[in-house]
T-cell receptor, first 113, second 114 residues
Framework: SQQGEEDPQALSIQEGENATMNCSYK?????LQWYRQNSGRGLVHLIL?????REKHSGRLRVTLDTSKKSSSLLITASRAADTASYFC?????????????FGSGTRLQVQP | IAGITQAPTSQILAAGRRMTLRCTQD?????MYWYRQDLGLGLRLIHY???????GKGEVPDGYSVSRANTDDFPLTLASAVPSQTSVYFC?????????????FGSGTRLTVV
């Protein structure tokens, strides 16, 4: 079963606007990761936030994590047409000698020039 | 360029045929994974390998097998393909110990079973 869902499923904005995507999950996690996928390509890792962190920044990306609500958000500021892609959150639980990453169904972001 | 190489890029396969999807990484990552991606369902884990010589089942392992003879290669085999295995298949790798970072993904194999 899918571990968590993204919201919205699709988002269309104008260049220069901010884009916010949300992710919820059901069980405890060690970290949460966000990935980008351009059409017809593989996934690219964007940012990882650990369960003891509340906010993390990387360039125009800001990720928050609220473990009490079991939710995370990805904010892309000053969006560009090149940000058009699908964005996936992935929840990870670590156990000795093993990593387990579970993906949501993604948000399709369209940035209009 | 360091990363993951998948082959073939795409394939049309007759139902009942056997097929092996190839995956090679050059980052010396301990762990490797196979995911399938279907519209509206995100990525689902098929099989994984934490280290050479070991493999494990993921969320949707039926109809697939893997092997991990060495660190670099992690082939995925469909013994007898069925139409429901039409999907895009992604191989990924990661370092498994200490400070976990993100996974590295290949560009995918688009498989159509007819």
């Amino acid at each position: 079963s899918q571990q968590g869902e993204e919201d919205p499923q699709a988002l269309s904005i104008q260049e220069g606007e901010n884009a916010t995507m949300n992710c919820s999950y059901k069980t405890s996690i060690n970290n949460l990761q966000w990935y980008r996928q351009n059409s017809g390509r593989g996934l690219v890792h964007l940012i990882l936030i650990r369960s003891n962190e509340r906010e993390k920044h990387s360039g125009r990306l800001r990720v928050t994590l609220d473990t009490s609500k079991k939710s995370s958000s990805l904010l892309i500021t000053a969006s560009r047409a090149a940000d058009t892609a699908s964005y996936f959150c992935a929840k990870e639980r670590l156990s000795p000698g093993r990593r387990a990453l579970t993906f949501g169904s993604g948000t399709r972001l369209q940035v209009q020039p | 360029i360091a990363g993951i190489t998948q082959a073939p890029t795409s394939q049309i396969l007759a139902a009942g045929r056997r097929m092996t999807l190839r995956c090679t990484q050059d980052m010396r990552h301990n762990a490797m994974y196979w995911y399938r991606q279907d519209l509206g369902l995100g990525l689902r884990l098929i099989h994984y390998s934490n280290t050479a010589g070991t493999t494990g089942k993921g969320e949707v392992p039926d109809g697939y097998s893997v092997s991990r003879a060495n660190t670099d290669d992690f082939p995925l085999t469909l013994a007898s393909a069925v139409p429901s295995q039409t999907s895009v298949y992604f191989c990924a790798s990661s370092d498994i110990y200490d400070r976990p970072g993100g996974y590295t993904f290949g560009s995918g194999t688009r498989l159509t079973v007819v």
